[in-house]
Structure formats: C-alpha cells, structure tokens
C-alpha cells in the first residue's frame, strides 16, 4: 500500500533552534499534505493544507512565518519550525493525498516527536 | 456541539471480547476515515467508507449516512488491538475533521 515517509521520528534542540520536518510520499503523488499537531492525550489539529506548487493555507491561529510550509514537488512537503522555543513542543504529523484520487484515503506519516529545551 | 463525537472515550476489555466504538457527527460528509494510532503516535487508515459496510480481517466498519453514524467493530479482540481509534470525517477538499478518539485497551 501507499507509504509516507516522516523524517525525522524525534528531535531534541535547543531554544532558538529551527527544525525541518519532511514528509515524502514514496509510492504516489501527493498533491496535497496536510500538517497536523498534536498534544499529549488530545485529538489531531490541522495546522495547515500544502498542495504542490502553490502557498500553503494556514489553519486560523496557526502563525505562517513561525511554521514554514513548503511544497516544491509531488513527493515532498517540509515543515520548518522556525526558531522554536519550548512552547512548540509536540507531536507533529503529515499525511497525503492525491486530489484526483478522491476515493483513495489519506495516508499518514509516522509522525516527529518535537522536545525544545 | 462537537461536529463529530465519538463514544465510548476509554474502553477496556478481556482479549476476544467483541468491541463497538461509535462515531456520530452533525455535518454533510463525503465520507468519513475510521484510524488507528498506535502509541508511538503512527496513525494509519483503517477504513474510508461512504456507505454501508466494509469488512478487513477482525474489523468491521459500517455507515448509516442518513442517521449520520458510523460505527468500528472489532471481533476477537487481541492485546495488539489496543490503541486510539479516531473517527475522521472527510469534507471539503478532502480536509479531515477528526474526533476525539478512543482509546482501546485489550487485556489478555
């Protein structure tokens, strides 16, 4: 079945840092990813909708410049958590779809384990 | 009002109990993503159903768009079945809007 890779698993950095977060789709083209947070114990949050070639849509509340989106190809979508700071900490996830496949469902990455101390 | 609720919120059972976790929501769908998440946090799709039933192995996923419930059936239950099931409801270009989730624990 179709894989998305997330890379990488877990991080541990240092306040200031910034981190970048891929989501590949290794056997379909992904026209459109979603990014998702996630806190401990709490459902899925849409951060925001990436499809290849065009801006990302943020989710109201979600800040574009402090979470970069890019999309630059059918198989590849980064998250950069730019200067991050201990209130980022979380567990993020992509997932990926085609949007002439409708009837296929989204799949998943693995997810990244974001610890800023 | 929660768009999309699901119940039981916790669920614990002895192995080869048969589960039901519900999912009912308030909203027109396309079609709605039965999920799992293992601890690790690996989320993967289980079922996407628009109507009727759909079978996999010891799972069992039906429908009723009209009632607007869906219900997730696990038969034979197994300790590995044990993680948080999310009912996920499919709508406008294909963004998911999810429940809260159940989570599931199997005891041998």
């Known amino acids: 079945g179709a894989v998305v890779s997330q890379h990488p698993s877990w991080v541990i950095c240092k306040s200031g840092t910034s981190v970048k977060i891929e989501c590949r789709s290794l056997d379909f083209q992904a026209t459109t990813m979603f990014w998702y947070r996630q806190f401990p114990k709490q459902s899925l949050m849409l951060m925001a909708t990436?499809?290849?070639?065009?801006?990302?849509?943020?989710e109201q509340g979600v800040e574009k410049d402090k979470f970069l989106i890019n999309h630059a190809s059918l198989t590849l979508s980064t998250l950069t958590v730019t200067s991050a700071h201990p209130e980022d900490s979380s567990f993020y996830i992509c997932?990926?779809?085609?949007?002439?496949?409708?009837?296929?469902?989204?799949?998943f990455g693995d997810g990244t384990r974001l610890s800023i101390l | 009002k929660n768009e999309v609720e699901q119940s039981p919120q916790n669920l614990t059972a002895q192995e080869g109990e048969f589960i039901t976790i519900n999912c009912s929501y308030s909203v027109g769908i396309s079609a709605l993503h039965w999920l799992q998440q293992h601890p690790g946090g690996g989320i993967v799709s289980l079922f996407m159903l628009s109507s009727g039933k759909k079978k996999h192995g010891r799972l069992i996923a039906t429908i009723n768009i009209q009632e607007k419930h869906s219900s997730l059936h696990i038969t034979a239950s197994h300790p590995r079945d044990s993680a948080v099931y999310i009912c996920?409801?499919?709508?406008?270009?294909?963004?998911?809007?999810f429940g809260q989730g159940t989570r599931l624990t199997i005891n041998p």
């Open positions: 997932s990926a779809t085609n949007r002439d496949r409708t009837w296929q469902p989204q799949h």
């Open positions: 996920a409801l499919i709508q406008g270009a294909q963004k998911l809007v």
């Open positions: 990436s499809n290849e070639g065009s801006k990302a849509t943020y």
